[in-house]
Protein backbone atom coordinates (compact mmCIF):
# COMPACT_ATOMS: atom_id res chain seq x y z
CA UNK A 1 0.00 0.00 0.00
CA UNK A 2 1.08 3.88 -1.10
CA UNK A 3 -0.33 6.74 0.26
CA UNK A 4 -0.25 10.17 -1.53
CA UNK A 5 -0.74 13.25 0.66
CA UNK A 6 -1.07 16.47 -0.95
CA UNK A 7 -3.22 19.94 -0.45
CA UNK A 8 -0.63 21.61 1.63
CA UNK A 9 0.31 25.21 1.64
CA UNK A 10 0.44 28.70 2.80
CA UNK A 11 -2.86 30.76 4.08
CA UNK A 12 -3.60 33.48 6.45
CA UNK A 13 -5.62 32.77 10.11
CA UNK A 14 -9.14 31.86 9.63
CA UNK A 15 -8.43 30.47 5.93
CA UNK A 16 -9.32 26.86 4.92
CA UNK A 17 -7.21 23.71 2.94
CA UNK A 18 -8.44 20.69 1.91
CA UNK A 19 -6.04 17.61 2.42
CA UNK A 20 -6.34 14.51 0.25
CA UNK A 21 -4.70 10.96 0.79
CA UNK A 22 -4.62 8.93 -2.38
CA UNK A 23 -4.32 5.29 -1.61
CA UNK A 24 -2.77 2.21 -3.70
CA UNK A 25 -2.82 -0.98 -3.76
CA UNK A 26 -4.64 -3.44 -1.69
CA UNK A 27 -6.10 -1.36 1.14
CA UNK A 28 -8.42 -4.16 2.32
CA UNK A 29 -11.47 -3.59 4.86
CA UNK A 30 -11.50 -2.89 8.10
CA UNK A 31 -9.36 -0.61 8.36
CA UNK A 32 -9.50 2.89 9.70
CA UNK A 33 -7.35 6.22 7.76
CA UNK A 34 -5.88 8.82 10.21
CA UNK A 35 -4.09 12.56 9.42
CA UNK A 36 -1.38 13.08 11.83
CA UNK A 37 0.44 16.44 12.46
CA UNK A 38 4.10 16.94 13.74
CA UNK A 39 4.94 20.77 14.51
CA UNK A 40 8.53 22.08 14.56
CA UNK A 41 9.87 20.60 18.17
CA UNK A 42 6.92 18.28 18.74
CA UNK A 43 5.75 14.91 18.77
CA UNK A 44 3.28 14.06 16.00
CA UNK A 45 -0.54 13.52 17.22
CA UNK A 46 -3.33 12.40 15.79
CA UNK A 47 -5.91 14.98 14.57
CA UNK A 48 -8.53 13.14 13.05
CA UNK A 49 -9.56 9.25 12.05
CA UNK A 50 -12.52 7.59 10.34
CA UNK A 51 -13.10 4.00 10.25
CA UNK A 52 -13.83 2.19 6.65
CA UNK A 53 -17.55 2.38 8.35
CA UNK A 54 -17.40 6.22 8.16
CA UNK A 55 -17.12 6.47 12.18
CA UNK A 56 -14.85 9.57 13.07
CA UNK A 57 -12.66 10.86 15.82
CA UNK A 58 -11.05 14.03 16.17
CA UNK A 59 -8.81 15.64 18.37
CA UNK A 60 -10.57 18.57 20.64
CA UNK A 61 -8.33 21.07 19.64
CA UNK A 62 -10.07 21.14 15.53
CA UNK A 63 -13.01 19.74 16.66
CA UNK A 64 -16.14 22.01 15.02
CA UNK A 65 -13.18 23.05 12.41
CA UNK A 66 -11.86 20.53 10.81
CA UNK A 67 -13.71 17.22 9.13
CA UNK A 68 -12.33 14.12 7.91
CA UNK A 69 -14.09 12.00 5.30
CA UNK A 70 -13.52 9.14 2.40
CA UNK A 71 -14.09 8.06 -0.84
CA UNK A 72 -14.07 4.25 -0.65
CA UNK A 73 -14.28 3.30 -3.94
CA UNK A 74 -11.60 5.92 -4.63
CA UNK A 75 -9.44 4.93 -1.63
CA UNK A 76 -8.82 8.21 -0.84
CA UNK A 77 -9.16 9.92 2.28
CA UNK A 78 -9.96 13.72 3.15
CA UNK A 79 -9.18 16.60 5.95
CA UNK A 80 -11.48 19.77 5.29
CA UNK A 81 -9.51 22.32 7.52
CA UNK A 82 -11.50 25.70 8.43
CA UNK A 83 -10.94 28.23 10.33
CA UNK A 84 -6.80 27.59 10.46
CA UNK A 85 -5.20 29.18 13.32
CA UNK A 86 -1.22 29.60 13.13
CA UNK A 87 -1.41 26.87 15.97
CA UNK A 88 -2.50 24.32 13.36
CA UNK A 89 1.17 24.66 11.20
CA UNK A 90 2.68 21.54 10.94
CA UNK A 91 3.95 18.74 8.79
CA UNK A 92 0.68 16.82 7.80
CA UNK A 93 0.71 13.17 7.42
CA UNK A 94 -1.68 10.32 6.49
CA UNK A 95 -1.80 6.76 7.75
CA UNK A 96 -3.46 4.02 7.03
CA UNK A 97 -4.46 0.66 9.85
CA UNK A 98 -5.67 -2.32 8.21
CA UNK A 99 -7.16 -4.87 10.91
CA UNK A 100 -7.12 -8.75 11.19
CA UNK A 101 -9.49 -10.36 13.46
CA UNK A 102 -9.98 -7.01 15.22
CA UNK A 103 -6.74 -6.29 15.85
CA UNK A 104 -4.08 -3.81 14.15
CA UNK A 105 -2.03 -5.60 11.82
CA UNK A 106 -0.40 -3.36 9.64
CA UNK A 107 0.13 0.68 9.30
CA UNK A 108 1.13 2.87 6.05
CA UNK A 109 2.35 6.20 6.15
CA UNK A 110 2.37 8.38 3.16
CA UNK A 111 5.01 11.04 2.87
CA UNK A 112 4.06 14.62 4.70
CA UNK A 113 2.40 17.73 3.47
CA UNK A 114 2.97 20.92 5.21
CA UNK A 115 0.34 23.42 6.45
CA UNK A 116 1.25 27.03 7.40
CA UNK A 117 -0.90 29.32 8.82
CA UNK A 118 0.36 32.63 9.29
CA UNK A 119 -1.19 35.16 11.46
Known amino acids: VQLQASGGGLVQAGGSLRLSCAASGSTFSPNIMGWYRQAPGKQRELVAS???????FYVDSVKGRFTISRDNAKNTMFLQMNSLKPEDTALYFC??????????????WGQGTLVTVSS
Open 95 to 108: KLTQYRLGVPYRDY
Open 50 to 56: IRSGDST
